[in-house]
């Protein structure tokens, strides 16, 4: 069964870091692009960044481009999301993908997400 853990949500303080990580199991992905999604209260779920499988390629939101890199270990079947200087309105449920590309493509699995709050 594969399965998608996200860990690293909480409590942030604006203008600092956040720090997401995502253990995937049951199956390698080390040849599959992984990625990161978000949704935010009361609104559609939106994507946030995207890695391929060698970590060569990378895109991300234009709501984090600048603030953010994505990062995975595939020895570890994990991947990474940082988000620096974060806003109030990274407030949201951050969710773990395998599979897919970005929004051309959906991803084939989902992990049930982590609540991240940004406030003072």
């Known amino acids: 069964q594969v399965r998608l853990v996200e860990s690293g949500g909480g409590l942030v303080q604006p203008g600092n870091s956040l720090n997401l990580s995502c253990a995937a199991s049951g199956r390698s992905f080390s040849g599959s692009a992984m990625g990161w999604f978000r949704q935010p209260p009361g609104q559609e779920r939106q994507f946030v960044a995207a890695?391929?499988?060698?970590?060569?390629?990378?895109i991300y939101a234009d709501s984090v481009k600048g603030r953010s890199t994505i990062s995975r270990d595939n020895s570890k079947n994990t991947v990474f999301l940082q988000i620096y200087d974060v806003k109030i309105e990274d407030t949201a449920v951050y969710f773990c993908?395998?599979?897919?590309?970005?929004?051309?493509?959906?991803?084939?699995?989902w992990g049930q997400g982590t609540q991240v709050t940004v406030d003072s």
């Open positions: 890695i391929a499988w060698n970590g060569q390629t990378r």
């Open positions: 993908t395998a599979g897919g590309w970005g929004t051309k493509f959906p991803p084939d699995y």
